[in-house]
C-alpha cells in the first residue's frame, strides 16, 4: 500500500511520515513553503503547489505513477489573523487546494482520505455545554476565513462521498504540542508554547492575554494534544477507514486529551521544563477568546479505539528538547 501525505514535510506531516513510514510506502507532496525536505526521511518527495493552475492533474499523475492507494491530507495555511487579513487568498489555497486533491483522487481512482480539520470549526457555537468541552454534533460558528476554509471542507469530502464514493474521515485539531523526536519539533512560533519559547530566549517575559476569566485561575483554558498522538490518530483513523471502506458511520472525529489547561499552567509547565522564570506580562483580553474551549474525545474512543497517551509535562519537555537542538 503507498499512503500520499499532502504536506508531509511540516511539522505534523513529518511525524505523521514516519510513523507510516513502518507500514506502508509513504510519498510526500509539499511546497516546501513552511516544511523541509529534511524531515521527510527515506519518502519519495515531489515538490508541487496544489492550489497552483494543473495541479490536479499533476497530483493524478504522481497518484497513478506511485500506486497510491490512500491519501493524508494536511497541507494549508493556518493563521488566523491572517486569514482575517487574505479570505480570498485563503479561500484560494484552503479550498482551492483541497478542490484540486479531490479532482485528483476521482481522475486517479483513489477513494480513501484523512482530511486535516480543526477545532477552528466550532469558534463561538450558539449550543456549546456549559463545560466548554465541545462534541463533534455542535453547530460551529465560525470565527474566522480559517476556520471556514475547514469547515467547509468537511462538506466537500461529504460531498464527494455522496457523488463518487469518496471513503473519508476528517480529523478537527485542538492544540497541537510537543515533538515526537529532537529533530522534529515545530519550527513556527504560532502557538503559546514556541511562543514563549520564542520571548524566554530572547530574555523576555510572556505576555499573558487576559486573567479575569471566569475559569479557577482567571486565564483561558485549552486542550493540548502531544504532536505523536495526533499523528497516531491519523494512522489508526486511516485503517479505520480501510476497514469500514462504503460504510456508514462517524466521518468527523475531535482529537484532543479532553482534559484542559490553562495558560497559568502551560507557563508553570514550562518554568518546570526550562527552569527560566515565566512570570508574565499581563495584558487585556483579545476579542474572540472564549474562558474554554476543550475536546469531548468520547466519539474517536469509541470509534476508533484511541486514546492519547502523553501530557502536557510530555508537550512541554519534549518542545524545549527540540528547541534546543534547532
Known sequence: MTTLVIGGAGYIGAHIVRLLETADDVLVVDDLSTGSASRVGEATLVDLDIASPGADEALAGVMKEHGVDSVIHLAAKKQVGESVERPTYYYAQNVGGLANVLTAMESAGVRRLIFSSSAATYGAPDEAPESGYLTEDVRGVPLSPYGETKL???????????????????????????????????????????????RLTAGQQPILFGDDYDTPDGTCVRDYIHVLDLADAHVRCLDHVRRIEGAQGARVFNVGRGAGSSVREVLDAIAEATGRDTTPEVAPRRAGDPAILAADVSLVAAELGWHSQRDLADMVSTAWEAWQAG
Open 152 to 198: 467547509i471542507g468537511e462538506w466537500m469530502c461529504r460531498n464527494a462521498e455522496r457523488a463518487w464514493g469518496l471513503s473519508w474521515s476528517a480529523l478537527r485539531y485542538f492544540n497541537v504540542a510537543g515533538a515526537g523526536w529532537p529533530d522534529l519539533g515545530d519550527p513556527a512560533a504560532l502557538n503559546l508554547i514556541p511562543i514563549v519559547f520564542t
